[in-house]
T-cell receptor, first 113, second 116 residues
Framework: GENVEQHPSTLSVQEGDSAVIKCTYSDSASNYFPWYKQELGKGPQLIIDIRSNVGEKKDQRIAVTLNKTAKHFSLHITETQPEDSAVYFCAASYSNSGYALNFGKGTSLLVTP | GAGVSQTPSNKVTEKGKYVELRCDPISGHTALYWYRQSLGQGPEFLIYFQGTGAADDSGLPNDRFFAVRPEGSVSTLKIQRTERGDSAVYLC??????????????FGPGTRLTVL
């Protein structure tokens, strides 16, 4: 089955700096890669996703890049704010599985003022 | 509009007991997923429904776990003879087959299950 590795497990940045989280996946059939933000006591919230037919997608301060050849994808957050502090999860899935998500173990991001 | 709702938000039970966890998906969403999240880990897939049928139940850990979705909307996850290792947050997600959002899953707040 699909195996998703996520690094780093914890990340601390100063407000205004950029944060980068990286994930690798094992199954070349995977074609959908969402990123979720999870705050304490809440369910995961989708922040951005990318499909295998594009290499990069951006939404305001958040961007995701995908390298299908190397089977890795990354989340980039620019101009970080304290409210960005949360646990971030990457995931991979493919349409033939009904898009059942395989998650990484998460990155705990702390943005200090 | 209303998001995915899950009840109860917390459930404490004793080892060996039976529990039911409920999920109300976003109205009109035909796909429904159950995941389990242990402390400090990412969610793990359990089962996926398309309409009323379980399209993929490969993530259910053993036959103590069962889920139903009889009318294609609300789903119930059932756990028999609970064990301490079943303690986790059980998450439900739904997605819509219409337009480009087929694969976008929206999660509920989860049910925290504690087995004493």
């Amino acid at each position: 089955g699909e195996n998703v590795e996520q690094h780093p497990s914890t990340l601390s940045v100063q407000e205004g700096d950029s944060a980068v989280i990286k994930c690798t996946y094992s199954d070349s059939a995977s074609n959908y890669f969402p990123w979720y933000k999870q705050e304490l006591g809440k369910g995961p919230q989708l922040i951005i996703d990318i499909r295998s037919n594009v290499g990069e997608k951006k939404d305001q301060r958040i961007a995701v890049t995908l390298n299908k050849t190397a089977k890795h994808f990354s989340l980039h957050i620019t101009e970080t704010q304290p409210e960005d502090s949360a646990v971030y999860f990457c995931a991979a899935s493919y349409s033939n599985s009904g898009y059942a998500l395989n998650f990484g173990k998460g990155t705990s991001l702390l943005v200090t003022p | 509009g209303a998001g995915v709702s899950q009840t109860p938000s917390n459930k404490v039970t004793e080892k060996g007991k039976y529990v039911e966890l409920r999920c109300d998906p976003i109205s009109g969403h035909t796909a429904l997923y159950w995941y389990r999240q242990s402390l400090g880990q990412g969610p793990e897939f359990l089962i996926y429904f398309q309409g009323t049928g379980a399209a993929d139940d490969s993530g259910l850990p053993n036959d103590r776990f069962f889920a139903v979705r009889p009318e294609g909307s609300v789903s119930t996850l059932k756990i028999q003879r609970t064990e301490r290792g079943d303690s986790a947050v059980y998450l439900c997600a739904s997605s819509s087959p219409e337009g480009g959002g087929t694969d976008t899953q929206y999660f509920g707040p989860g049910t925290r299950l504690t087995v004493l």
